[in-house]
């Protein structure tokens, strides 16, 4: 009888296995009528074995509960040891600069869901450091803030940086972000990249890093790379880009011969980029930085919910980084522009609930010219309404000004 089981078993299998390459979905190929029929036969074969024999049903679960149980006692020691064996590759990793804190451009107020930029613009001076010392406007380079999973990787070294939590007011920036250990390669790997595929591991992290795997190999000692994970399931922004995995480069740093480093100009990253195939956020230069001018363009990209260069997804803000050898760099974020934008709004609806005036467009709820965030600040008509008087001027004729000095 125990053969007639198997035999039977095995001709159901078969079926099942027919019936589905024709295209029948499981509920289907369960209710079959041939295979319902054999079913019945095997059950009956079944009945007619001694309760304790191995091919009844309760003997057959038996023993898959307990080779379940085996496997999963086999994966969490392999589990074990893949941390203990990464544990002691972050031990001997040498640890490159961390990125760094960066802080808003504009003045803001408020905190987490009222957290929101002041209208009319001003440069975040105080710590940004934008708007203070010699050069106060100096060239920058407006680039693209993607927001994914922050990672740095040198040649040896995959790192994820990780928030620490430490905001409270005075403390350190540079006590906020620590680094965690992704994978590694060096000799004890073969030179081969370990740790992404570990049980512990995110496999979307590994769908984004697969493709620069060996670009990354190839960095020249010294050298790190910044750069955001982005995935279709690591960040809501990118939800509609179906199977979406790849990285975006913001930055490099170049380790120093005694500990430490510096991060490179922004120049310098857009040339390493471009010599390690690695795909670099989306930039422009502007000759000269103004508050007025990143507001505008980050009031456009809000409201018109602009994409990325790269990427069918809406821009989360901008970065504003110092041209040439200046190391200073701020954000300006879509969200806390548009809570600005509102605060503005309903600053204007009191007014006019009071009896005031008030326009309608967002960008023109102030009164004066001289808080006008319109893109036609240098127009005949502007200039005139700041009092300026232009009489041999016209709109196609040039005209010059000059700040008080220079």
């Not at 053969?3 to 027919?18: G, H, P, T, Y």
């Not at 010219?369 to 700041?386: E, G, I, K, M, V």
């Amino acid at each position: 009888v125990r053969e007639e089981v198997a035999a039977v078993a095995a001709e159901i299998r078969q079926l099942k296995a027919d019936l589905k390459t024709q295209g029948l979905p499981t509920g289907e190929i369960n209710q079959h009528k041939a295979v319902v029929e054999k079913v019945s036969q095997l059950q009956s074969l079944k009945n007619q074995l001694p309760s304790d024999d191995r091919a009844q049903d309760s003997a057959f679960f038996q023993r898959q509960q307990a080779e379940r149980k085996e496997a999963q006692g086999r994966k969490q020691a392999e589990l074990d040891a893949q941390k203990a064996e990464l544990k002691a590759a972050e031990a001997r990793a040498p640890q490159p600069l961390v990125q760094r804190k960066i802080f808003h451009l504009f003045r803001h107020v408020g905190a987490r869901n009222t957290f929101r930029y002041e209208h009319p613009p001003k440069l975040n001076g105080e710590e940004c450091l934008f708007g203070a010392g010699d050069d106060r406007y100096p060239a920058v380079y407006l680039t693209e803030k993607w927001d994914g999973t922050t990672m740095q990787a040198t040649s040896t070294h995959i790192f994820q940086r990780q928030d620490n939590g430490t905001r409270q007011r005075g403390a350190d920036p540079a006590d906020r972000y620590s680094l965690k250990l992704l994978a590694w390669r060096g000799e004890d790997t073969r030179s081969a990249w370990r740790g992404l595929d570990f049980h512990s591991a995110d496999a979307r992290y590994l769908q984004a890093l697969t493709p620069y795997l060996e670009r990354l190999a190839s960095l020249e000692h010294g050298l790190c790379v910044y750069f955001e994970a982005v995935h279709t399931d690591i960040n809501t922004n990118f939800k509609d880009l179906p199977s979406f995995a790849a990285i975006r480069v913001f930055d490099f740093s170049q380790a120093s011969g005694g500990g430490g480093g510096r991060f490179l100009p922004f120049e310098e990253t857009i040339r390493l980029a471009e010599q390690y195939e690695l795909p670099v956020v989306g930039w422009a230069k502007k000759d000269v930085l103004s508050a007025e001018d990143v507001w505008e363009e980050l009031r456009v990209t809000a409201t018109e919910k602009r994409h990325y260069a790269t990427a069918a997804a809406e821009i989360e803000g901008f970065v504003v980084r110092e041209a040439g050898t200046g190391g200073r760099i701020a954000k300006a974020r879509c969200a806390e522009l548009l809570r600005g934008l509102a605060g503005v709004d309903e600053a204007a609806k009191g007014r006019g609930k009071r009896g005031q005036a008030v326009k309608s467009s967002k960008t023109e709820a102030w009164e004066s010219p001289l808080t006008s965030t319109r893109a036609d600040l240098s127009s005949l008509a502007h200039l005139q309404a700041l009092g300026l008087h232009l009489e041999a001027a016209s709109e196609t004729r040039p005209f010059l000004l000059r700040f008080p000095g220079r």
